[in-house]
T-cell receptor
Framework: DAKTTQPNSMESNEEEPVHLPCNHSTISGTDYIHWYRQLPSQGPEYVIHGLTSNVNNRMASLAIAEDRKSSTLILHRATLRDAAVYYCIRQEYGNKLVFGAGTILRVKS | EAGVAQSPRYKIIEKRQSVAFWCNPISGHATLYWYQQILGQGPKLLIQFQNNGVVDDSQLPKDRFSAERLKGVDSTLKIQPAKLEDSAVYLC???????????????FGPGTRLLVL
C-alpha cells in the first residue's frame, strides 16, 4: 500500500515548468515525503524529500501543502532528459519506502 | 564516486532453474536493499541488510528466494527454483546507514532483467 495518489501520466513541453501532483491525505505529522524518478532502463534516482516546509535543490523544488495532505514536485524547465517515471513516496516513521506506480512524464520537443 | 554495481544485466532461464544476482554497493554504505520490479509497477522491497545482518525480509518469498551479505559489503540474491512470475527487474540499492525513523537516500544500481521461460 503506497498511501499516495498520483496521475498515471502527464505531458509537458520542453523548456517549460512541470508540476507533478501527489495526494497523501492520510499523512501523519512525522511522515516524510520523498520523490524518486526512474529513467528508462535505469534504477530509480533520488530527486528530493521534505517534511513540512518547501524544499529546493539543484534538480527540483518540492512544495508541500500547509495541511500536508498533498505536495507538488516542480521541475523548473523540463528537458527531454527529464522524461521518466516519477514516484511520490510517503515514508511512515520507522518504516521503509513503499513505491507506487508513479507518474509517467512525457516531454515534447 | 562509483555507483552501485550489479551483474549480470540480463538473464534468461527456464522455469525450475536457479539463478543468482550479484550487487556491490557504494563504498562505505552500510545498508543494502534488494527490490523486485515487475513491468509497469514500482519497485517492491524484498530484503534489507544493515552491514551483514538482515533488517527486513518480510516480503522475501523464502521458499525460493535467498540472499546473503557475508562480509557486509557485496551481496548475492538467489532464486531456486524460478517460476514464470519471477520475471522482473531485480534492483539493488544502498544507503549510508540505517537511521531509525528516517529514510536515508537510496542509491540504485541499473538492475538485472530476468526473463523466466
Amino acid at each position: 500500500d503506497a498511501k499516495t495518489t498520483q496521475p498515471n501520466s502527464m505531458e509537458s513541453n520542453e523548456e517549460e515548468p512541470v508540476h507533478l501532483p501527489c495526494n497523501h491525505s492520510t499523512i501523519s505529522g512525522t511522515d516524510y515525503i520523498h520523490w524518486y524518478r526512474q529513467l528508462p532502463s535505469q534504477g530509480p534516482e533520488y530527486v528530493i524529500h521534505g517534511l513540512t516546509s518547501n524544499v529546493n535543490n539543484r534538480m527540483a523544488s518540492l512544495a508541500i501543502a500547509e495541511d500536508r495532505k498533498s505536495s507538488t514536485l516542480i521541475l523548473h524547465r523540463a528537458t527531454l532528459r527529464d522524461a521518466a517515471v516519477y514516484y511520490c513516496i510517503r515514508q511512515e516513521y520507522g518504516n521503509k519506502l513503499v513505491f507506487g506506480a508513479g507518474t509517467i512524464l512525457r516531454v515534447k520537443s | 564516486e562509483a555507483g552501485v554495481a550489479q551483474s549480470p544485466r540480463y538473464k534468461i532461464i527456464e522455469k525450475r532453474q536457479s539463478v543468482a544476482f550479484w550487487c556491490n554497493p557504494i563504498s562505505g554504505h552500510a545498508t543494502l536493499y534488494w527490490y523486485q520490479q515487475i513491468l509497469g509497477q514500482g519497485p517492491k522491497l524484498l530484503i534489507q541488510f544493515q552491514n551483514n545482518g538482515v533488517v527486513d525480509d518480510s516480503q522475501l518469498p523464502k521458499d525460493r528466494f535467498s540472499a546473503e551479505r557475508l562480509k557486509g559489503v557485496d551481496s548475492t540474491l538467489k532464486i531456486q527454483p524460478a517460476k514464470l512470475e519471477d520475471s522482473a527487474v531485480y534492483l539493488c540499492a544502498s544507503s549510508l546507514e540505517e537511521v531509525w525513523g528516517y529514510q536515508e537516500t537510496q542509491y540504485f544500481g541499473p538492475g538485472t532483467r530476468l526473463l523466466v521461460l
